[in-house]
């Protein structure tokens, strides 16, 4: 398998090179770029997925529908349309960027560390879910406000991500 590499960032979030993904993600990890999507069905629902129990980091927690990161040189969009087919079996149309300037640092319970610059997307389904089990272990389509209900009671049971990114008005409004 080749090795995926994330892009590593400076602080004003400009690429200063890559590293293999398998080593960015530990208790220092390094400024990077990575993304966030929420996919929306026909009925305007809004998927939820637990990511797998084999997931380096946040394994168990309830997310956004996928998160990922561009490899070197690929535009996001494409990114976003590459990873939403890899973790959900699914096709995307009407990709749109919600909020460019999100950035977040979080530990999870093992001490890994996320540290990125990531801009959120949403996406609509234009295909049939295919969850591949390496990354999603369960999922649900929910209303968008079922889900910022559910996220402000018992943010302990969804990714820190999530939870500040439905914290954000232009996120949470376009839902």
């Given at each position: 398998?080749?090795?995926?590499?994330?892009?590593?960032?400076?602080?004003?979030?400009?690429?200063?090179?890559?590293?293999?993904?398998?080593?960015?993600?530990?208790?220092?990890?390094?400024?990077?770029?990575?993304?966030?999507?929420?996919?929306?069905?026909?009925?305007?629902?809004?998927?939820?997925?637990?990511?797998?129990?084999?997931?380096?980091?946040?394994?168990?927690?309830?997310?956004?529908?996928?998160?990922?990161?561009?490899?070197?040189?690929?535009?996001?969009?494409?990114?976003?349309?590459?990873?939403?087919?890899?973790?959900?079996?699914?096709?995307?149309?009407?990709?749109?960027?919600?909020?460019?300037?999100?950035?977040?640092?979080?530990?999870?319970?093992?001490?890994?560390?996320?540290?990125?610059?990531?801009?959120?997307?949403r996406a609509r389904a234009s295909s049939p879910l295919a969850p591949n089990p390496d990354e999603v272990m369960a999922w649900q389509w929910v209303s968008a406000e079922d889900l910022i209900?559910?996220?402000?009671?018992?943010?302990?049971?969804?990714?820190?991500?999530?939870?500040?990114?439905?914290?954000?008005?232009?996120?949470?409004?376009?839902?």
């Amino acid at each position: 398998m080749p090795v995926e590499e994330v892009v590593l960032l400076d602080e004003a979030h400009r690429p200063i090179g890559s590293r293999d993904k398998a080593l960015v993600h530990d208790a220092d990890t390094p400024l990077h770029l990575g993304f966030s999507c929420y996919l929306l069905d026909a009925e305007g629902r809004v998927l939820i997925t637990r990511r797998a129990l084999t997931k380096r980091a946040w394994p168990g927690v309830w997310s956004n529908a996928f998160c990922g990161h561009p490899l070197p040189g690929e535009a996001l969009e494409a990114a976003v349309a590459r990873r939403g087919h890899f973790e959900l079996g699914v096709t995307l149309t009407e990709i749109v960027l919600l909020d460019s300037e999100f950035r977040y640092r979080a530990r999870d319970d093992s001490g890994v560390v996320e540290n990125e610059y990531c801009p959120v997307f949403r996406a609509r389904a234009s295909s049939p879910l295919a969850p591949n089990p390496d990354e999603v272990m369960a999922w649900q389509w929910v209303s968008a406000e079922d889900l910022i209900a559910a996220q402000a009671a018992t943010p302990c049971v969804f990714s820190p991500w999530m939870v500040a990114q439905l914290g954000r008005p232009n996120i949470r409004q376009a839902l």
